[in-house]
């Protein structure tokens, strides 16, 4: 489905983990960029000779044939010189018209979460393609894609994301499912004391089950919030597909606090669609979406 994947490598794990989680999402005639994202300033380096800086270049270009070998994956190599990680991926994606980019979480908890750290987070914000992150310890999991889940909460948006997961489920034969997380809205609390009985939360997700009967999909729901729902539902699943409401300039994802939470607590690969994720559907979509292609949970 990802015709143009650019992954994000360093010396660290996560690298590895992230080229695992790519070489499965990018279609069949599809290319990956390993992409090492070296310190300095593309136009000025200050402080530095030209030697230094030729010799950094190198140590790049060396990392990334390491982790190419290492990971025996078909990919071309992009040493990129910029401020910071994810202003470099940024820049990379940007130019290179990719339709998907993929990094690693900074380390697993003890709950064996994804832990996004702060190269991470700023790969996820400002991107102007789907981003996609791999747990810790990705590399080692040989588990292939059965279960696919996506957030769903009845939009026009969150349906455009179960089409793009019917289409990665058609990709690697995998079962496609949707979750809508429920709970009181905020107004029903203005006039007192409203009592939250089991009953109450029942009657709440048997009718967002029922919202949910179209889809064609194994449709789940639960009570409470989004984020937290979601990350306990992605345990049971190979791929979680979510995306955000928050957009700055360009239609760039800004994620809010619900997203990066989810982004933190989610317990399998997590993939995020913006606005500008160029799927195939996405085209049709457009139209009557104004734009927009995302399932907003944050």
Not at 13 to 39: C, F, I, N, Q, S
Not at 96 to 124: E, I
Not at 158 to 167: D, F, K, L, P
Not at 221 to 240: K, N, R
Request: aromatic share 4%.
């Amino acid at each position: 489905m990802f015709k143009n994947v650019i992954i994000g490598v360093d010396e660290h794990e996560g690298g590895r983990d992230a080229v695992v989680l790519g070489r499965k999402l990018v279609d069949a005639e599809g290319v990956l960029t390993l992409v090492h994202v070296r310190p300095g300033d593309p136009h000025v380096w200050r402080g530095s000779s030209p030697a230094y800086e030729v010799v950094v270049r190198d140590d790049s270009q060396k990392l990334l044939e390491q982790v190419r070998n290492a990971t025996g994956v078909d990919a071309r190599l992009k040493s990129v010189a910029a401020v910071s990680p994810g202003r470099g991926l940024h820049v990379m994606a940007e130019a290179s018209g990719a339709d998907l980019l993929v990094v690693g979480s900074s380390r697993r908890s003890l709950l064996g979460r994804v832990m996004v750290g702060d190269d991470t987070r700023a790969a996820l914000n400002g991107a102007s393609c789907a981003v996609a992150i791999a747990p810790a310890g990705y590399s080692h999991d040989g588990k292939p894609m059965r279960d696919i889940g996506v957030g769903y909460d009845g939009s026009p948006e969150s349906r455009h994301a179960i089409e793009v997961g019917r289409q990665l489920a058609g990709q690697f034969g995998a079962k496609l499912l949707a979750f809508k997380a429920v709970s009181l809205p905020t107004y029903a609390f203005s006039g007192g004391y409203v009592a939250v009985n089991g009953d109450l939360i029942n009657e709440l997700v048997a009718d967002a089950r029922n919202s949910m009967a179209d889809l064609g999909v194994d449709a789940q729901a639960g009570y409470g919030f989004p984020e937290e729902e979601l990350a306990t539902w992605s345990a049971l699943l190979d791929l979680l597909i979510v995306g955000s409401r928050g957009y700055g300039p360009l239609g760039r994802v800004v994620h809010g606090s619900t997203s990066l939470r989810l982004a933190k607590m989610a317990r399998c690969p997590l993939l995020v669609l913006t606005r500008t994720a160029d799927v195939e559907s996405s085209a049709s979509m457009a139209e009557s979406d104004q734009g927009s292609s995302v399932v907003p949970v944050g």
